[in-house]
T-cell receptor, first 117, second 113 residues
């Protein structure tokens, strides 16, 4: 099993360009998440999908859109990239939707390092 | 705003020494988790402690939770150079009916041979 995979690993964009970050999991998990990690800031939640067919905003959603294509795939799109979106992006999954229950561990992909010039 | 805050921000020790990292949080939680991140890699789950637990062990890891003080600590005993990494605490937060994890800024641990 590959676990959680992300593509691409690295990307350089010019301001105003668009791109989609892909995430796929083979763990049969319901919930998927997109985070960004900036130096000294820890991880901040961009969007999440509690289950197939649903998506919700996280802490820092501005400038991003997401699509939960099916149970396996959750993509993050930057429509018009800005230098402030230079960051490392992580996708994560968990088997527990979290409603009313104790929260289970999240499994992370290897990350996408994005630079916007 | 971040729920969890780790202390110290950076820690440098010698192999064989113990490393203690602390995490404080603001609101009530169901559980608290600790993750490890090696440089350039994704986060890996280490241990989860529930709000009704006070202490938990896993190998060389010992986690404590004090809900009255809204704080947790991670102790790594007999540290090794391979323990060099960043360590993050994460707390769950109920929002919109779904739990989400909120991460602290992390503690960078360097273990010198």
């Amino acid at each position: 099993n590959a676990g959680v995979t992300q593509t691409p690993k690295f990307q350089v964009l010019k301001t105003g360009q668009s791109m989609t970050l892909q995430c796929a999991q083979d763990m049969n998990h319901n919930s998927m998440y997109w985070y960004r990690q900036d130096p000294g800031m820890g991880l901040r939640l961009i969007y999440y999908s509690a289950s197939e067919g649903t998506t919700d905003k996280g802490e820092v959603p501005n400038g991003y859109n997401v699509s939960r294509l099916n149970k396996r795939e959750f993509s993050l799109r930057l429509e018009s990239a800005a230098p402030s979106q230079t960051s490392v992006y992580f996708c994560a999954t968990t088997g527990n939707t979290g409603r009313r229950g104790a929260y289970n561990e999240q499994f992370f992909g290897p990350g996408t390092r994005l630079t916007v010039l | 705003s971040q729920q969890g805050e780790e202390d110290p921000q950076a820690l440098s020790i010698q192999e064989g020494e113990n490393a203690t990292m602390n995490c404080s949080y603001k609101t009530s939680i169901n559980n608290l988790q600790w993750y490890r991140q090696n440089s350039g890699r994704g986060l890996v789950h280490l241990i989860l402690i529930r709000s009704n637990e006070r202490e938990k062990h896993s190998g060389r890891l010992r986690v404590t939770l004090d809900t009255s003080k809204k704080s947790s600590s991670l102790l790594i005993t007999a540290s090794r150079a391979a323990d060099t990494a960043s360590y993050f605490c994460a707390t769950d937060a109920l929002s919109g009916g779904y739990n989400k994890l909120i991460f602290g800024a992390g503690t960078r641990l360097a273990v010198h041979p």
